[in-house]
Structure formats: C-alpha cells, structure tokens
C-alpha cells in the first residue's frame, strides 16, 4: 500500500458535495478575499511564475472568479518554464467540460490537471526543445485549493490553529524512495555522478540524462522515465481563512516548511512574500533562483489575515500593522476558530501511471 493510500486509510477526505452543502446551509457562501505577494531574486534568472486573479467559470460571470498561482522553476534553459507558463492553464481549462456547477468543476479539476500537464508536455517536446521545467499550479476558488506540481518546487498551507501542511510532493530523486522504485522498477538508472577515480559525487540522478528529478515537463532528451504526471491535493480551508506559499527551490533549501511559515507571519502577503526570499538569503546565500508567491484567503470581514493566537498577545504589532478596528475582527475570528477540520482534504493522487489517474 503506498503512502497515499496509507493516510486515505486514516482519515478519508470528506465528499466535496457534503462541504458545499454544509456551506448552503450554514449561509456560508460568500467568497474570501484573495490577497497575494510575490517576491524573487534571480541567479541563473531560469524562474519564472504566474499570477492570474480575473480568471472565471463561466465568461461573463463575475460570480464565478477564481485565481491561479504558479512557480516554474527551469532548467537546461529557460524555453520550457516560459511554454509552461503560457500554456498549462489554457490546456487544464479545456480539459473541463463546459456548463457544469461548481461542485462538478471543482470535482472535475484533479483530472484535468492530469491532462492539462501532459498536454503541455508533448505539445513542448514537439519543438524539439531540451530544456525542462518544475510546475506548482494552484487553484484558489473560494475557500477550495487545489494544487498541482511536478519536480521541486513547493506549496505549504498555514492555518489560522498555526498548523502547517505540505500540499505538494517533491520529486527529487535524492529524496523521494518511491520515486527512485518507480525509475528503476520501469528500467532506469538511479545513480550519482562518476568522477576520475570512480567516487561517486553529488545527488542521485535517472540514467540517462542525469536529472536530478523524477518528474518535470520537457526534457526530451532524458527519457521516458521522467513523467509530466503531477501530484494533485485539494482541501478547503475554514472560514477563518489561511495562507499559501508557493516557491521555487531557492527558497526550500535554505528553509523547512515551519521557517518559512513562521518567519511571516502576521504580516501582509506582499511584505510576507519579501521576508521569506530575506530569511532564505540570509540563512543560504544566493545559490540559486529564489522565488517566493504569498497567498492569503481572507474571510470578507476582515482586511487582512488575523494573527497567529499566541499567549502573549503583542498589542504594538497589532495596532501596527492592523490598527484597532481591524483588531475587534481579528479576536472574533480567532475566537471562531477551531482546532478540528481546519483544513479538510478533499481529494489526493499521485500516482505516476495515467491509468490510475
């Protein structure tokens, strides 16, 4: 049984259809706020990301908006990270049938970004490029997440209870036991680069091509071992709302999930998102392209994302960077919040065969 299928066991998502109809009946309906900071610095300058906030189910319909947030962080090039970044949302959305509800869309959003990532792969490798690309691709529609990724990069959640989660897997070989089964069980390599002398250096890398990751979108010239085939989660946030941060290695090599989350937090996703690129910097260097996107999902009747409950309440951050209006709304909510079902799961895959997708 994978690892997967292990936490499914545990605990099963709840239906989609049973949130929304929660929500319906508890008058729950309105939209959060999606507010949003990116930051970066380039040292090979092969990072390139998305944001898109106008993006809608049905044209014409203002009421149907959801947002997409996406890092591609490129390599051997930069031809890859920029087709992705141009085409994946156009082939997930016509991956999805038309004039649907927003429970079937939602429902239907894991497959289509199935499709909508081996879509990009092969109309990329039609070019007859070498270069390649990671892909985290996130969905925000209300309090619904839905995250797509294949290589390195990373999305994590933290929540209003200050629990932080991981969204994405990484498919580094170095890192990844199932990944490096997969390559070798299909006929693949898994090795470390030889050098004179036959000491083995550096991380573990498919054979051939020498890639570092499992999954990716492009690299034609490595084989067919490395897949376009993403992880999908999707959960919902409570209605006290969370964070997002999606980032590019530069970032996730310097910090663990639980530093970049609470080296953020209580400020702006626009200052968050440069204090995390900051805190890397500063505990790494620039070795690397360094790209960070904060999302922050706020309930509508408040103006920013409340602060994390601590013990010993610091009224001067408060008033400093919510003031004392906004201050009554953040107690309210936090007094709302509970410490079960802060993030629910809705759906996870990450198998690597199409046919179980």
Not at 23 to 46: C, D, H, I, M, T
Not at 154 to 168: E, F, P
Not at 311 to 322: A, E, P
Request: aromatic share 6%.
């Amino acid at each position: 049984m994978s690892r997967i299928e292990l936490s499914r066991a545990k605990s099963a998502p709840v239906p989609l259809g049973t949130l929304i109809g929660r929500e319906l009946r508890n008058g729950k309906v309105e939209k959060p706020f999606v507010k949003y900071g990116q930051s970066g610095l380039a040292k090979k300058g092969e990072d390139y990301f998305l944001i898109k906030t106008d993006c809608l189910r049905v044209p014409g319909d203002a009421s149907t908006a959801f947002s997409v947030f996406a890092v591609f962080d490129g390599h051997n090039g930069i031809s890859a990270a920029i087709f992705a970044k141009e085409n994946l949302l156009s082939n997930v959305l016509s991956a999805i049938p038309q004039d649907i509800s927003r429970d079937a869309w939602l429902q239907a959003l894991p497959r289509a970004l199935v499709v909508g990532f081996v879509k990009t792969d092969i109309e990329f490798q039609q070019k007859g490029e070498t270069s390649g690309t990671t892909a985290t691709f996130v969905l925000v529609d209300g309090w619904t997440v839905t995250v797509a990724s294949v290589g390195d990069s990373r999305c994590i959640s933290d929540t209003q209870g200050g629990v932080v989660s991981l969204l994405t897997v990484d498919h580094r070989l170095e890192e990844n036991a199932e990944e490096r089964e997969r390559v070798t069980a299909s006929g693949g390599e898994v090795g470390r680069l030889n050098v004179f002398g036959g000491n083995e250096v550096g991380p573990l890398r498919c054979w051939p091509g020498g890639l570092c990751l499992s999954r990716s979108i492009g690299d034609t010239d490595v084989g067919e071992f490395i897949v376009p085939i993403p992880h999908v989660k999707q959960v919902k946030l409570s209605n006290v709302g969370g964070r997002l941060i999606i980032a590019s290695d530069g970032i996730w090599d310097a910090l663990s999930s639980d530093m970049a989350a609470k080296s953020c937090r209580g400020l702006p996703a626009e200052l968050a998102a440069k204090l995390v690129v900051k805190e890397a910097l500063r505990s790494r260097g620039l070795k690397d392209d360094t790209t960070c996107l904060v999302v922050d999902i706020i309930p509508s009747d408040l103006p920013v994302l409340p602060p994390i409950p601590r013990k010993k309440h610091n009224m001067l951050t408060s008033l400093l960077f919510f003031g004392k209006k906004s201050e009554n709304s953040v107690n309210k909510a936090t007094n709302k919040l509970s410490a079960v079902g802060v993030v629910e799961e809705l759906f996870e895959e990450g198998s690597a065969m199409l046919t179980e997708r």
